[in-house]
C-alpha cells in the first residue's frame, strides 16, 4: 500500500508551490516507507510515498503513461486482484506494458474505458488519475471503503490525500471543529457519516464513489452499491456459492513479492483464512506464519458475557495445530495499551476506539518485525450476520444504529450549557441511511429488516473498522487485506435469503455450512467472538488516572466542551456509572473514558480551533 497526495489549481500556477506537496507527501512516510515520487505541472502538483508489494523496479510513482496522444498520470494506493485478467483483456485490446504492477493496469484500464474504469476493478484502491490533455483530474475509492481518500474542495481548486494529516499540511488549510463536528463525535463517534472529515471543510470520498474535477466543475456518483435481486438457489447451491466466492476472495490476496501472514484468532473468519493461506504456502515450500493477541493478565481477569463468551486461547491452538503454521502470540501490557493511546489519536488523525485501536496499533508494530503484508478477518460479521443485532429481536427491531444506544450516556458527557443535539444527530444520519437500501417489492417485513442491518453495518460499522485496520497498520507499514470485503461476495450475500444466511438459528449459519470439512468442527461451532480487549482492572485504573490530569487542567480543550461533574462523577466511580457499551461490544466503560481522553489528546496535538 501507499499514501497519495495531490492539488489541482485553475486559478493560478502552482508549479512553484513544491514545498505545500513535499509537506504533504512527508507525513505519509509510514504509509509508503520505500520510495517517494512527484509530478508537477502549471495546474497540477502529485505526491506520492510507496510500499514495495509487487513489482519493485516497475511500479514506481507517480506513473505516466501516453497513448493517442495524451498523457496520463496516476498516483494510487491499494491492491487490485484481477490484475492478470485485466491485463490479459487489455493486451487482447492491443495495449503493451512496461512492467508487471498493478499500477500500469489500473492505469491502462482508466485509459481505455475512463470514468467507467472502475466498473471493472476488484480490489482495494483509492486513487487519482491526471489527463495532462484535457487538464482534468479523477479519482475514485474502492466499493467498500477499505482504503481511504480525503479532500477539500474550493473554487477552481481541489486539495486531495490519503490522511487528514496530510491536507492539514497545506499552507491554505487549517484545523476547524465548528458545533456539526463536535456533534459527530460525540453523537456518532468513533463512526461518521461515509463523506465527514469531522474537521470544517474536510471530506472524504465515500466507498464506492468516484469523482471528476475540472475547470467545469466538480461531479461525485456512486458507481456501485448492493442491489437488491431475487436468489432461486437451493440452499445447497448457496453453500456451494459462498464457499467459492471465499476461496477465491482469498486465494486473489495472497500473491506477493513480499512475505505475507494472517491475523489468528480461532474464530471463524480467521481460521478460513489461514487454513487457505497455510495450504497456498505448503503447496510453494513454505510455512504460513500465523498472529495473535492477548493482555497481560487476561487469564486471570478473563469475564464471559453475551458478547465474549469464551477465550481465544483453546481455538488458536486447535489452528496452529491444524494448520501447522509458525505462530507467534503478541502480549500486550496494560501500560503499552495507555501509552499507544497517543499514537493511536495521530495514526488516525480522529478520536478511535481507544485502547481497541492501541492494542492493534501495537500488534501491527510486532508484525511488520516479520512481515510486510498480512490478511484479516474483517467484515465477515457484517456481511454474514454475525453479530448479536441480527438475531436479537429487540434489535432486530430497532429503529437506530444497535452498536450506538448509549445516547444518555452521549448526552451526559457533553457541556449542558451549550444546545447540543445528539438524538437529532443520530436519528438523521440513520433515517438518511435507511433511504438508500434497496428492497425486492415482495420482500417480507424480516428480510426487508435484514437488509437494513446488512446496509447499516456495512456503511456504518465495518467501514469504521476497515478505518481503524487502515490506519494502524499503514502506520507501522503494514498492509493489511481484507477478503471479506470482496464486492462480489458483499453483492451475493446481500440477497442470500434470511432463512439460509442464519440457518439453523446461528449467527452466520450458511457461512459456518460453506466450510464444514475445511476447518475442524469446533472451529465451526464456536460462538461468534469479537476482537480480544483487556480485561485488566489495572487498566481501568491508568485510564482513570490520565482523565482526572484532564479534569485537574483548566486549559485542556475539551473541558471547552464536556460536563466536568460528570467526568468526574465517571472517574471517581471507574466508568461503573456507565451501564451500557459506548460503541459496539468492546467499547464499556473504561473504553468510553479513554476515548474522552483521545478527543482531547486529537484537539491538542492538532491545535484545533474550536468555534460553536
Known amino acids: 500500500m501507499c499514501g497519495i497526495?495531490?492539488?489541482?489549481?485553475?486559478?493560478?500556477?502552482?508549479?512553484?508551490?513544491?514545498?505545500?506537496?513535499?509537506?504533504?507527501?512527508?507525513?505519509?512516510?509510514?504509509?509508503?516507507?520505500?520510495?517517494?515520487?512527484?509530478?508537477?505541472g502549471e495546474e497540477i502538483l502529485l505526491g506520492h510515498r510507496r510500499l514495495v508489494v509487487v513489482d519493485p523496479a516497475g511500479g514506481h510513482q507517480p506513473m505516466i503513461k501516453e497513448y493517442g496522444g495524451n498523457k496520463y498520470v496516476i498516483v494510487y494506493n491499494g491492491e487490485l486482484y484481477n490484475t492478470e485478467e485485466l491485463r490479459k483483456e487489455l493486451i487482447n485490446l492491443g495495449y503493451t506494458f512496461k512492467s508487471y504492477s498493478d499500477t500500469e493496469v489500473l492505469l491502462t484500464t482508466f485509459i481505455h474505458y475512463k470514468e467507467d474504469c472502475v466498473l471493472h476493478l476488484n480490489g482495494i484502491f483509492a486513487f487519482a488519475v491526471w489527463d495532462e490533455t484535457k487538464k482534468t483530474?479523477?479519482?475514485?475509492?474502492?466499493?467498500?471503503?477499505?482504503?481511504?481518500?480525503?479532500?477539500?474542495?474550493?473554487?477552481?481548486?481541489?486539495?486531495?490525500?490519503?490522511?487528514?494529516?496530510?491536507?492539514?499540511?497545506?499552507?491554505?488549510?487549517?484545523?476547524?471543529?465548528?458545533?456539526?463536528?463536535?456533534?459527530?463525535?460525540?453523537?456518532?463517534?468513533?463512526?461518521?457519516?461515509?463523506?465527514?472529515?469531522?474537521?470544517?471543510?474536510?471530506?472524504?470520498?465515500?466507498?464506492?464513489?468516484c469523482l471528476t474535477f475540472s475547470k467545469n466543475g466538480f461531479n461525485i456518483k456512486e458507481y456501485w452499491k448492493p442491489k437488491a435481486y431475487k436468489n432461486n438457489q437451493t440452499f445447497n447451491e448457496c453453500v456451494d456459492n459462498v464457499r467459492q466466492l471465499v476461496l477465491d476472495a482469498i486465494n486473489r490476496q495472497l500473491s506477493a513479492d513480499v512475505k505475507v501472514c494472517t491475523f489468528l484468532s480461532g474464530g471463524l473468519d480467521s481460521s478460513i483464512i489461514s487454513a487457505v493461506a497455510g495450504e497456498f504456502f505448503k503447496n510453494k515450500g513454505t510455512v504460513l506464519e500465523t498472529f495473535s493477541i492477548d493482555y497481560e493478565g487476561n487469564e486471570k481477569f478473563f469475564k464471559t458475557n453475551e458478547f465474549i463468551p469464551n477465550s481465544d486461547k483453546p481455538y488458536i491452538k486447535m489452528m496452529v495445530d491444524s494448520i501447522g503454521s509458525l505462530h507467534r502470540n503478541i502480549v500486550i501490557t496494560q501500560e503499552k495499551l495507555i501509552d499507544y493511546l497517543d499514537k493511536a489519536v495521530l495514526a488516525n488523525d480522529l478520536p478511535g476506539m481507544a485502547d481497541i485501536d492501541s492494542s492493534l496499533y501495537l500488534f501491527c508494530k510486532e508484525i511488520r518485525k516479520n512481515a510486510t503484508v498480512a490478511l484479516s478477518g474483517e467484515c465477515a460479521d457484517e456481511v454474514f450476520g454475525g453479530y448479536p443485532w441480527y438475531l436479537k429481536q429487540d434489535d432486530i427491531n430497532y429503529k437506530g444504529f444497535p452498536w450506538l444506544k448509549s445516547i444518555e450516556i452521549r448526552r451526559a458527557i457533553l457541556n449542558p450549557a451549550i444546545n447540543f443535539d445528539i438524538e437529532g444527530k443520530i436519528k438523521y444520519n440513520y433515517e438518511n441511511t435507511i433511504k438508500q437500501v434497496d428492497y425486492l417489492e415482495e420482500d417480507d417485513e424480516f428480510t426487508r429488516k435484514i437488509r437494513e442491518k446488512f446496509y447499516l453495518n456495512i456503511k456504518w460499522f465495518m467501514i469504521t473498522l476497515l478505518n481503524r485496520k487502515d490506519r494502524m497498520s499503514m502506520s507501522n507499514s503494514l498492509e493489511v487485506r481484507v477478503p471479506f470485503a470482496d464486492y462480489r461476495l458483499v453483492e451475493y450475500a446481500y440477497n442470500i435469503p434470511p432463512k439460509y444466511k442464519f440457518y439453523d438459528g446461528r449467527e452466520k449459519g450458511?457461512?459456518?455450512?460453506?466450510?464444514?470439512?475445511?476447518?475442524?468442527?469446533?472451529?465451526?461451532?464456536?460462538?461468534?467472538?469479537?476482537?480480544?480487549?483487556?480485561?485488566?482492572?489495572?487498566?481501568?485504573?491508568?485510564?482513570?488516572?490520565?482523565?482526572?490530569?484532564?479534569?485537574?487542567?483548566?486549559?485542556?480543550?475539551?473541558?471547552?466542551?464536556?460536563?466536568?461533574?460528570?467526568?468526574?462523577?465517571?472517574?471517581?466511580k471507574r466508568a461503573e456509572n456507565i451501564n451500557c457499551n459506548w460503541f459496539g461490544q468492546l467499547m464499556s466503560g473504561p473504553q468510553t473514558l479513554a476515548y474522552i481522553y483521545q478527543v482531547n489528546k486529537w484537539l491538542e496535538e492538532y491545535n484545533i480551533d474550536i468555534v460553536i
Open 137 to 209: 483530474l479523477f479519482m475514485a475509492r474502492d466499493h467498500l471503503g477499505v482504503k481511504p481518500l480525503f479532500y477539500v474542495l474550493n473554487d477552481g481548486e481541489i486539495i486531495f490525500a490519503s490522511e487528514i494529516k496530510s491536507l492539514l499540511q497545506h499552507s491554505k488549510i487549517k484545523a476547524v471543529l465548528d458545533k456539526d463536528g463536535i456533534e459527530t463525535l460525540f453523537a456518532l463517534g468513533p463512526s461518521r457519516s461515509l463523506e465527514n472529515g469531522i474537521l470544517k471543510g474536510i471530506k472524504e470520498v465515500p466507498p464506492a464513489h
Open 510 to 572: 450458511i457461512l459456518r455450512m460453506a466450510l464444514r470439512g475445511i476447518l475442524p468442527d469446533e472451529i465451526i461451532d464456536r460462538k461468534k467472538s469479537p476482537y480480544p480487549k483487556t480485561h485488566n482492572p489495572k487498566y481501568t485504573d491508568l485510564i482513570c488516572k490520565k482523565v482526572k490530569e484532564i479534569i485537574d487542567d483548566k486549559n485542556a480543550p475539551i473541558n471547552q466542551i464536556i460536563n466536568r461533574d460528570f467526568l468526574i462523577e465517571t472517574v471517581d
Open 5 to 40: 497526495a495531490g492539488w489541482i489549481n485553475y486559478n493560478e500556477n502552482i508549479k512553484n508551490r513544491f514545498k505545500d506537496i513535499k509537506n504533504m507527501t512527508k507525513v505519509l512516510s509510514k504509509r509508503g516507507p520505500d520510495e517517494e515520487g512527484y509530478y508537477s
